[in-house]
């Protein structure tokens, strides 16, 4: 006999009623319509202007109803990431993607609040592999991974020991999140001991970007001498490897820093050659069937990401049905009531009902 849990749904495509707002589409449809006829019958009485109005409102109808029809069938995906985590055994593995370009226009502390947040997922530690790919070749990068690689022995297990709902430190610690959680005092004082050490992190990442740290190219940064950022061999570094099998709280994912080879004469094809890298070096060391990818301008949100995406991704009947899930991108550091749009707010909130 099937077992319950596992025949559950991971996700359901549940339909949303549009009624009110079909109706006013078709009430619209039938005035555009009259309008064309009423153009159409009254022709011989009217000059050019009158065949032009017509071209141009039949351009406008066309337009109008390819709109209309691309939201006249709403639907919403329920996903049930609980369902997903009651398969452990079978869960796969999924390899993270990070790039970064540029240590100026990126700065690092943005990638290693990238990587924290990834590196802190709601999913076994085991079953995760975080690869940062640099295209600036910058040992200051490689630093800050190093660095970040040894704080998130700490951050980890206090994000999932508390389910800590934003991931990204910079984000955390920047609003009031020890009042809204929890008040026991060893909370209090786990969160203050995380902050200090997030503080200390983010000055010695920015001592280094002065100059005024050990960031000289001996040991492992010794790669990093001499080199073009546009023309070098490639630097591939295992920042940490997880040896523990298991779960437990204190597991930090893999790391693996790369910077692909780059020579003036051939064409480095931006992200989508970064992407081809990772997907190349991560085939050879851990190879998982799933990848997640998040510019370094961006951090996980959602813990739960990649339960929510494999409730997609495995719930569908046939591979073929499901190969990409994308989610909303919310900005941060916007205008009051976001006057130009930038949020999306109507299509994400109110169409899509995502958030
Ligand atoms: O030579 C390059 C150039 C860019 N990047 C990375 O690619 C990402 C996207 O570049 P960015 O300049 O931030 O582009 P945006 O316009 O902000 O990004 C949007 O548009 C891009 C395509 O235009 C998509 O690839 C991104 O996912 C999407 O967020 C960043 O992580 C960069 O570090 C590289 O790795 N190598
Ligand atoms: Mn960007």
Redesign the pocket.
């Given at each position: 006999m099937a077992n319950p849990t596992t025949s559950l749904p991971l996700y359901e495509r549940v339909a949303r009623k549009n009624t009110i707002a079909r109706a006013i589409e078709l009430s619209i449809l039938s005035l555009l319509l009259s309008l064309l006829a009423y153009r159409i019958l009254s022709f011989q009485d009217h000059g050019f202007g009158w065949l032009l109005a017509f071209l141009c409102e039949s351009w406008f109808a066309f337009i109008w109803v390819l709109t209309v029809s691309s939201k006249w069938n709403q639907v919403v995906y329920e996903t049930y990431p609980q369902r997903v985590l009651q398969r452990k055994l079978e869960l796969p593995p999924v390899d993270m993607f990070?790039?970064?370009?540029?240590p100026v226009?990126?700065p690092p502390i943005l990638t290693v609040n990238t990587v924290l947040s990834l590196l802190a997922l709601d999913y076994p530690a085991d079953k995760l592999a975080c690869y940062v790919?640099?295209?600036g070749g910058s040992p200051l990068t490689f630093y800050s991974l190093v660095e970040a690689s040894k704080f998130a022995k700490l951050r980890v297990p206090f994000c999932k020991k508390y389910s800590i709902p934003v991931r990204a430190p910079f984000r955390y610690f920047s609003g009031d999140s020890m009042s809204s959680q929890d008040t026991s005092p060893q909370f209090q004082q786990d969160w203050k001991k995380m902050k200090d050490e997030y503080e200390q992190l983010s000055q010695k990442i920015e001592d280094a970007a002065k100059g005024s740290i050990p960031c000289e190219l001996i040991g492992e940064f010794a790669d990093f001498m001499n080199i073009q950022r546009r023309n070098h061999a490639s630097i591939v570094k295992v920042i940490w490897e997880n040896k523990e099998a298991g779960d437990a709280n204190g597991v930090v994912p893999h790391l693996v820093y790369i910077s692909r080879e780059k020579r003036p004469k051939h064409p480095?094809?931006?992200?989508?050659?970064?992407?081809n890298i990772l997907t190349r070096v991560s085939g050879v060391m851990t190879n998982a069937p799933f990848m997640l990818?998040?510019?370094?301008?961006?951090y996980v949100n959602n813990p739960q990401i990649v339960l929510h995406a494999l409730c997609l991704l495995l719930g569908v009947k046939s591979d073929k049905d499901c190969a990409f899930v994308q989610f909303p991108?919310h900005f941060y550091d916007g205008l009051k009531d976001d006057p130009y749009g930038s949020q999306w707010a109507v299509l994400h909130e109110v169409r899509m009902n995502l958030s």
């Open positions: 990070v790039t970064t370009a540029d226009l990126e790919s640099d295209d480095h094809h931006f992200k989508a050659g970064a992407m990818n998040v510019d370094c301008d961006m991108q």
